[in-house]
C-alpha cells in the first residue's frame, strides 16, 4: 500500500513539474520581441532546459535567478523552470534577487568537491605520508622500550633474606617497670589486614637510605633514614614521613627492638611490614639508596641550598671527616669553617643531613633529612634531558639503587611523573608526632614509645584526609613513674672509701693476679690468693661504705698489694 502512495506521489510530482514547464514556454513564445540592449548569452534548447532541471531537482540545488533580469519576459527558459520551481517549493523570486544564500550553499559544496578531488589526485601522497609517521612513531617507541630496559635491568633486586639480631638484657637503668609485659602489649596492638589503610589514588614508597658503613661491609646494617613518600593524585600532594629510629615497637617474627634494626634483620621488605602493622598504612613499594648515590645525584642537581650555623658547621665536621674516608678524599675536603647561607654539594649536603648532635638530636636530622629531599625534589623539576640521563647513569650503576618495583609500577610512575613533580604541593610529617610518644630506656637503650593509636590517626590523615582510628580509641601504654628520693641517706666521710677501678663498657672480664706471697714479718707470711672478676662494673661506679661510728682509719695497704674490690678472707698458712 506504501509502494502505491510512493508512486502516487511521484507521478503527481512529475506532473506537477511538466505544467511548469509547459507554462513556462508558453509564456515565452508569447512574450513580444524585444531588441536586446546588450549581447545576447547562449540561450540553452529546451531539453537542455529541462535536463538541467530535472538535475538539480535531483541533487537539491536551486538555481538562482539572473539580477538584471526583472520580469519574466527576460528570463530564458532555464531561469523560468527554476523560479517556477522555487516558487513550487514555497519560496518567492524575492527572496533570490540578491542569491548570496544560495550561493554560499553551492559554493560549500563546491569545495567540498574540491576537497575530496585534491585528495583523490594526492592519495598516494597521503599513503606514503602516513606510513613514514607510523614508521618515525614505531621507531620511537622501540627506542624507549630498548631504553626503559636497558635502565630498569640495571637496578637489581634486593636481599631480604632474615639474620638474627642481638637483644639486650634487662638492665637496673631501665625506666619501664615491666618490660617483658610492655613488649606483649606491643605484639597484641599489632594492626591487621582490615586496619591497614589504602587507596587506589594514593601511591606509598618507602625510602631507605643506606649508610656508608653499612655498603662498604658484607651484611646489612641499621638504617638511620627511614622515609615514605606518599603521592595522593586526589588532593595533589607529596607527603614527607620520617619515622625515628629510635621507636621501640614489635617487629613481627622477629620480637621487639628498636625500629631500625628491622632493616639489619630482614632488609627493606621486613621494615616495610613492620611499619605498615605498627602504624596502619599500605605501603606499596620500596626504594633502597645509599649515601653514594646521594651525593652524585645532588652534584648532578647543582648542588641544594641551606643556611648553616656555627654549630651545624662544627657538628659536621666529623661525620664529613669519615665520608671523606670512605669516599677516599682527603680528610678536610669540603669541609666549612664558618656559618652562611651555602649551596651545598653532595658531600656537604650528606653531612649535613647526617648531624645529630647538639642541633635538635635525632629530631633535628630528621628534620633536615626532609629538607634535604625536599629541596632535591624541587631541584628537580627544572631538569633538562641530559641531566636526566645522567641521573638514571649514576643511579642504575652497581648496586646503588634496590628495589621492588615490576615494570608496570615503573611505567605508572613515569606516566604521571611530570604532573607529580611539577604541580604537587609537598609537606612533611613526623612520627612519633611531638606529644604523643614518652622517651624511656629499654633493655639499656634510649627509646621512644609512642601512642599508636594517635601517631596511626596522625599519619592516616596526612595521607589520606580519614582515618580507620575511632577518636576514642587509646593504645598509650601507661608507665609507672619512677621513685624519687627525697631524703636521700646522709653518710660519714670520716671513714676512707675503698679504692675504686675504672673499666671501659667493652671489658667483660678483668683479672688482676697480684705477687703470690708478701713478707710482712720475719716469722709471719701472708698468702693473697689469686682475685678474678667475671664482669666488669658498670662505668662511673660510686662506692659508698656503710655509715660508721667511732671507727678508726683504715690501716695502709702494702704498697704492692692495691686492695681487692670484694675482700676476700685471707688464708693463714700454719706456722
Same mark, same amino acid.
Given at each position: 500500500m506504501s509502494d502505491e502512495r510512493n508512486n502516487g506521489e511521484m507521478h503527481s510530482d512529475e506532473e506537477s513539474l511538466n505544467d511548469l514547464i509547459a507554462s513556462a514556454i508558453e509564456k515565452k513564445k508569447d512574450a513580444p520581441k524585444q531588441a536586446p540592449q546588450t549581447a545576447p548569452a547562449k540561450e540553452m534548447t529546451l531539453q537542455e532546459s529541462i535536463a538541467q532541471a530535472k538535475y538539480n531537482k535531483q541533487n537539491g540545488i536551486k538555481p538562482v535567478p539572473r539580477k538584471e533580469q526583472t520580469s519574466e519576459q527576460d528570463m530564458s527558459i532555464e531561469d523560468m523552470v527554476a523560479n517556477a520551481m522555487h516558487k513550487k517549493s514555497g519560496g518567492t523570486a524575492d527572496d533570490y534577487d540578491e542569491g548570496s544564500d544560495i550561493r554560499e550553499e553551492t559554493e560549500e559544496k563546491s569545495f567540498g568537491k574540491k576537497a575530496k578531488e585534491f585528495f583523490v589526485r594526492n592519495k598516494l601522497k597521503f599513503i606514503v605520508a602516513g606510513m613514514v609517521v607510523v614508521i618515525v612513531a614505531l621507531i620511537a617507541?622501540?627506542?624507549?622500550?630498548?631504553? $626503559?630496559?636497558?635502565?630498569?635491568?640495571?637496578?637489581?633486586?634486593? *636481599?631480604?633474606?632474615?639474620?638474627?639480631?642481638? =637483644?639486650?638484657?634487662? &638492665?637496673?637503668?631501665?625506666?619501664v617497670s615491666n618490660v617483658v609485659e610492655y613488649e606483649d602489649y606491643l605484639k597484641e596492638q599489632l594492626k591487621d589486614y582490615a586496619d591497614i589503610m589504602a587507596s587506589k589514588e594514593v601511591y606509598n614508597v618507602l625510602l631507605v637510605g643506606e649508610d656508608l658503613r653499612d655498603t662498604a661491609g658484607e651484611s646489612r646494617g641499621n638504617t638511620d633514614v627511614m622515609m615514605l613518600v606518599s603521592v595522593n593524585r586526589e588532593t595533589k600532594k607529596i607527603i614527607l614521613t620520617s619515622f625515628m629510629r629510635d621507636?621501640?615497637?614489635?617487629?613481627?617474627?622477629?620480637?621487639?627492638?628498636?625500629?631500625?634494626?628491622?632493616?639489619?634483620?630482614?632488609?627493606?621488605?621486613?621494615?616495610?611490614?613492620?611499619?605498615?602493622?605498627? $602504624?596502619?598504612?599500605?605501603?606499596?613499594?620500596?626504594?633502597?639508596? *645509599?649515601?653514594?648515590?646521594?651525593?652524585?645525584? =645532588?652534584?648532578?642537581? &647543582?648542588?641544594i641550598e641551606a643556611d648553616v650555623t656555627q654549630v651545624m658547621v662544627d657538628e659536621m665536621r666529623n661525620p664529613m671527616m669519615e665520608q671523606n674516608m670512605y669516599l677516599g678524599n682527603p680528610s678536610t675536603q669540603d669541609l666549612l669553617s664558618t656559618a652562611g647561607h651555602y649551596n651545598l654539594n653532595g658531600n656537604q649536603a650528606l653531612g649535613y643531613a647526617r648531624i645529630r648532635y647538639n642541633v635538635g638530636d635525632d629530631y633535628g636530622r630528621t628534620a633536615r633529612q626532609r629538607e634535604v629531599i625536599q629541596k632535591m625534589i624541587e631541584k628537580s623539576r627544572g631538569m633538562d634531558l641530559h641531566q636526566m640521563k645522567d641521573i638514571l647513569d649514576k643511579v642504575t650503576e652497581g648496586d646503588n639503587v634496590r628495589w621492588d618495583l615490576s615494570q608496570e609500577d615503573v611505567l605508572s610512575l613515569l606516566a604521571n611523573a611530570v604532573d607529580y613533580y611539577r604541580n604537587y604541593d609537598i609537606q612533611q610529617i613526623q612520627i612519633p608526632a611531638s606529644g604523643y610518644f614518652t622517651a624511656q630506656t629499654i633493655r639499656e637503650m634510649d627509646c621512644l614509645c609512642p601512642d599508636f593509636a594517635a601517631n596511626t590517626e596522625i599519619l592516616q590523615m596526612a595521607i589520606y584526609g580519614k582515618t580507620f582510628v575511632n577518636p576514642e580509641q587509646t593504645s598509650q601504654y601507661v608507665f609507672e613513674e619512677p621513685p624519687v628520693y627525697t631524703d636521700p641517706p646522709v653518710y660519714d666521710t670520716t671513714a676512707a672509701p675503698?679504692?675504686?677501678?675504672?673499666?671501659?663498657?667493652?671489658?667483660?672480664?678483668?683479672?688482676?693476679?697480684?705477687?703470690?706471697?708478701?713478707t710482712t714479718t720475719a716469722s709471719e707470711t701472708v698468702v693473697t690468693p689469686e682475685i678474678t672478676t667475671t664482669e666488669a662494673p658498670p662505668p662511673e661506679v660510686t662506692t659508698t661504705p656503710e655509715p660508721v661510728t667511732e671507727q678508726p682509719p683504715a690501716p695502709t695497704p702494702p704498697p704492692q698489694t692495691p686492695p681487692p674490690v670484694d675482700t676476700p678472707q685471707q688464708e693463714t698458712p700454719a706456722a
Open positions: 617507541m622501540l627506542v624507549a622500550i630498548f631504553v $626503559f630496559n636497558h635502565y630498569y635491568k640495571r637496578i637489581e633486586r634486593e *636481599n631480604a633474606s632474615r639474620v638474627e639480631i642481638s =637483644v639486650n638484657s634487662i &638492665g637496673d637503668s631501665d625506666t621507636i621501640y615497637i614489635y617487629i613481627p617474627s622477629v620480637g621487639s627492638n628498636k625500629l631500625n634494626s628491622a632493616y639489619a634483620a630482614g632488609g627493606a621488605s621486613l621494615l616495610k611490614d613492620t611499619l605498615e602493622k605498627n $602504624f596502619g598504612v599500605k605501603i606499596d613499594n620500596y626504594v633502597i639508596v *645509599n649515601f653514594y648515590t646521594f651525593i652524585q645525584i =645532588v652534584d648532578i642537581l &647543582g648542588g675503698p679504692q675504686v677501678y675504672e673499666t671501659t663498657p667493652s671489658e667483660t672480664t678483668t683479672e688482676y693476679v697480684p705477687p703470690t706471697e708478701t
